[in-house]
C-alpha cells in the first residue's frame, strides 16, 4: 500500500496504522482525526464532504470531543469505516484529486493539540507481567516466594481512578502523602520521595454489556477497539505505607497519562505472537486459543531538565503472561458490566533483563542501584522537571506500525 | 413546619427532608422529583409551572435523566433551591392552592419507578469504621494485632466500579469466581458460597476540581451534595483468593446497591454529633472543627424466599472514626480530583455490639455463628432467593429525616 501523503520511512504513522484521535484543530474546533506521518486528517470535515455516505451514519459521529460515540458502532462499522479511511489516503484515490477538500481537512502536526481521545468511565489495572510482579514480590516480599499463591491462577487486577487519566504533554505535580520510613516508629508527611513511572499499555472497550454478563475469551476481542501507551505513575513510599489490605490508592491516583492516538487491534493484527506457556493449567473460562500476544517494542525515555534523551529501558509487549482477552474473560466471569470506553491496563510491562526492568523501582532495585544519565547525573527515583517518554512501535516485513508518545513532566508538589 | 401533604409521622419523607430523586412517571417520562410522605413530586413539571423562575436558571435542570446537573451547580444553587421547595410544600402556600399544578406534578409511589439518581463517573469505598477493621483483622489475620499500623493515621480506602452500581431493588446474580479452600491445594471455580452484604453509606460530590487541588477538611462538605444507603455486596471467598497484594477486585465488582433518595447534608444538619477522640493525633490536614458525625440509626433486614423480615444488624452512622471531611481531605491531599456525581462510600459500619455488626461475615463471624431466621432457618452467608434491605433515619425532637431503604434480591448464578 501507497499513501498520496508521503510520511519517513520509520514513522509510526504508515498507511498501515490509520490510528484515531480527537484533536483541537487551528480554528478552535474539535474533531475526530487520524494521521499519517505528520499530517493529521480531520475527520469530521471529511464525513462533511460526503465521503463517509455510504455508511448511512445518523449523523457525523466525528464532530465529537471524545471517540466514544464512534467507537461504540462495533467493530462491525468501526472496521470497515477503517478500511474505507486507508483506501482514501492510497494513491489515485478520490480524496487524493480532491484539493480541496484537502486543504479543508489535512493539518500540519504542531498545528493541532492533542486532547483525551475517550471519555474513560472505568478503569482497571491489571498486573499481568510475571517478571514486574516476581521483582516487586522479591523487594517487598519473600525473595524465596516471590510470587503470590493466586498470580499464576488469576489475571491479578485493581480498579484505579478514571478521573485523573491525562492526556500526553500534562505535566503532573508531585504528589504529597503519607509515608512511612523503614526504621521510624510513625509516619511522615510531605512530597513522595519515591515518584516512579510504570511501563504499560492500555486497551479501550467499545460496548456496554448486562450486568450479569459474561465475555469468552474467544469473544473478547471483538469488545476491544484498540490500545494506547499507559504511563502509570506511582509513588513507592505513599504505596507501601498504605496498600494494606486494600491496595493502592493515593500512590497512583494522582494521574496516569496515555498516548492520544488509539491504535485498532486490526491494526496490530500482523504482529501477533503466541504467549508464554501457561503452568499450571488455567481454568477453563481463562483458556484461549490462537496468538493473542503481540509483539510491540517498547522504549520509556529520562529527559532531565536540561535536555537529552536517556532510554533508560527498553521491553515489549510481548512478554505479558496474561493475554487482553483472559484479562477481559475474568473481569466479566463474575458478571461485572464493561462500557464504552473503559480503559484495561496492562501493568508494568518488565522483561527478563535488567534494562527490561518496566518501572525506576525495579531498574534501580528499591533505590540500591542509581542509573546513571548522560548528562553525568543519577537517579535513584524521578526527581522535579524530569519529563519520561514511553514509545511504542511495531515491526515486520518492512511495515511499521506504532503508537507514538506518551510523554509527561513532574513538576515540584504544590 | 406543616406541609399541605400528609404523610405518616413515623415517615422517612418529612417536610424536613426533601430529598432528591429521579423517577420514570406514570406517562413514562423522567423527570428529578421530592418526596413528602408517599408522594412523589415531578421537579421539572414545578419548573415548567414557574416554580423556580426566581432562581434564573438558563434551563429545566430539573428536566434529566439523573441529578448531576442539578447537583453541579453548587450549593450557593441547590441549598436556596430545596428551601425553596420546602416552602412550596408548606401549608398555605402558592402551590397548595394551585390544584392544576398538583393534577400535573403529584404522584404517588407505586405510580412511579425510582432510578438511579446520578450518574457515578467514579467510585471510591472507604474503610473507616474501626470495629469492623478490628473484627475482619481478628478474622483474617492476627487477633493480637488486628488493626493494620496505617489504619489509625490514614482513611484506608480503595477504588471500586462505578460501572456495576445500581439502584434498589435491581437484582443480583450470584457471582461466580476462584477461590481457594483452606486446605486444598489448588483453587476451585464456581458461584461464590460466601455471598455477604456490607452496611454502608455513600457521600456524593458536586463539583470538577482541577488535577493537583486539594480540599481541606473545612471546605470539604461544601463538595457534598448528600448521602445515600450503600450496599457494597461482596463474595468473601472470592476477595479471599484474590485479594492480595492489590485489593478486592471480582469480590466486589458485580454489583453494589444504592437507595433512590439522596438525602441532602442540610436535611442531617440537626443530627450531627462528636466523632470518637482520635488517638494518636492525626497528620494537620487531616485535623477538622465542629461535629462532623452524623446520628443516622441503621439496621439490615434478612429477607428469605418464602417472606418475613427479619433484622439481623442494628448499627449508626454515629460510630464511625474517620468522618467525610477527613475522608475527601485525604483522596486530595495527593491532587486527586473530583468530579460531579462521585460516589464515596464509608465501608461496613459496625458497632461494638455483635448484633451491630454490618456485614455476614462479622455476624456469623466467618460463618461459625449462624444466624436464625424466625422460619426456623439459619444462614451463614446469603443463600439464593434472599432479600437484603438496609434502612436509615435520624429522629430528634420529634423530627424525623430518612433515607427509605436499599434492597436488593439474590438471584442464583447465571
New interface residues.
Given amino acids: 500500500m501507497k499513501s498520496f501523503i508521503s510520511y519517513d520511512t520509520n514513522s509510526d504513522f504508515s498507511i498501515y496504522n490509520i490510528p484515531f484521535g480527537v484533536a483541537i484543530l487551528a480554528d478552535d474546533s474539535v474533531a475526530c482525526v487520524t494521521r499519517i506521518g505528520h499530517t493529521v486528517i480531520d475527520l469530521a470535515t471529511l464525513f462533511d464532504q460526503g465521503y463517509f455516505d455510504k455508511f448511512d451514519l445518523e449523523e457525523n459521529v466525528f464532530e465529537a470531543f471524545t471517540l466514544n460515540e464512534f467507537i461504540s458502532l462495533g467493530k462491525e462499522v468501526t472496521v470497515p469505516i477503517r478500511e474505507h479511511i486507508q483506501s482514501l489516503l492510497l494513491e489515485g484515490s478520490e480524496l487524493s484529486k480532491d484539493e480541496e477538500t484537502q486543504k479543508l481537512a489535512f493539518h500540519t502536526l504542531p498545528n493541532v493539540s492533542m486532547q483525551m481521545p475517550v471519555h474513560v468511565?472505568?478503569y482497571t489495572d491489571f498486573?499481568s507481567s510475571i517478571e514486574h510482579a516476581t521483582n516487586v514480590g522479591k523487594m517487598f516480599?519473600d525473595p524465596e516466594n516471590a510470587l503470590?499463591?493466586?498470580w499464576k491462577?488469576?489475571p491479578?487486577?485493581?480498579?484505579?481512578?478514571?478521573?485523573?487519566i491525562?492526556v500526553s504533554g500534562?505535566p503532573?505535580?508531585r504528589?504529597?502523602?503519607?509515608s512511612?520510613p523503614k526504621d521510624a516508629d510513625?509516619?511522615i508527611?510531605g512530597p513522595s520521595l519515591r515518584l516512579d513511572f510504570e511501563l504499560e499499555m492500555g486497551f479501550i472497550t467499545n460496548s456496554y454489556t448486562e450486568?450479569?454478563e459474561?465475555i469468552s475469551t474467544a469473544e473478547a476481542e471483538d469488545h476491544i477497539f484498540g490500545m494506547v501507551l499507559f504511563n502509570d505513575w506511582s509513588?513507592r513510599d505513599?504505596q507501601q505505607?498504605?496498600?494494606?489490605?486494600?491496595?493502592?490508592?493515593?500512590a497512583k491516583?494522582?494521574?496516569s497519562s496515555i498516548s492520544p492516538w488509539v491504535v485498532t487491534l486490526e491494526a496490530l493484527n500482523p504482529f501477533r505472537v503466541e504467549g508464554p506457556v501457561q503452568d499450571?493449567e488455567v481454568?477453563s473460562?481463562l483458556q484461549y486459543e490462537g496468538k493473542k500476544n503481540f509483539d510491540i517494542n517498547l522504549q520509556t525515555i529520562l529527559v532531565p531538565e536540561e535536555g537529552g534523551e536517556n532510554v533508560i529501558c527498553t521491553s515489549n509487549f510481548k512478554y505479558m503472561y496474561w493475554n487482553m482477552a483472559q484479562q477481559l474473560a475474568?473481569?466479566t466471569?463474575?458478571?461485572?458490566?464493561?462500557?464504552v470506553g473503559?480503559m484495561y491496563a496492562s501493568g508494568t510491562i518488565s522483561g527478563k533483563s535488567e534494562d527490561s526492568y518496566g518501572s525506576m523501582l525495579e531498574l534501580t532495585w528499591g533505590g540500591t542501584k542509581p542509573l546513571k544519565l548522560s548528562n553525568g547525573q543519577e537517579r535513584k527515583f524521578i526527581e522535579d522537571n524530569d519529563t519520561i517518554i514511553m514509545r511504542g512501535w511495531c515491526e515486520k516485513d518492512g511495515i511499521r506500525v506504532g503508537f507514538g508518545e506518551v510523554s509527561g513532566k513532574i513538576l515540584p508538589a504544590?
Same sequence: chains 1, 2.
Fill in positions: 468511565p472505568n498486573y516480599r503470590l499463591p493466586n491462577h488469576i491479578v487486577g485493581y480498579h484505579g481512578r478514571a478521573s485523573s491525562v500534562t503532573i505535580h504528589p504529597k502523602g503519607q512511612k510513625s509516619p508527611f450486568l450479569g459474561t509513588a505513599i505505607w498504605e496498600y494494606v489490605p486494600l491496595g493502592p490508592f493515593l491516583n494522582f494521574g499450571p481454568f473460562y475474568h473481569h466471569i463474575n458478571g461485572c458490566n464493561l462500557e473503559d504544590k
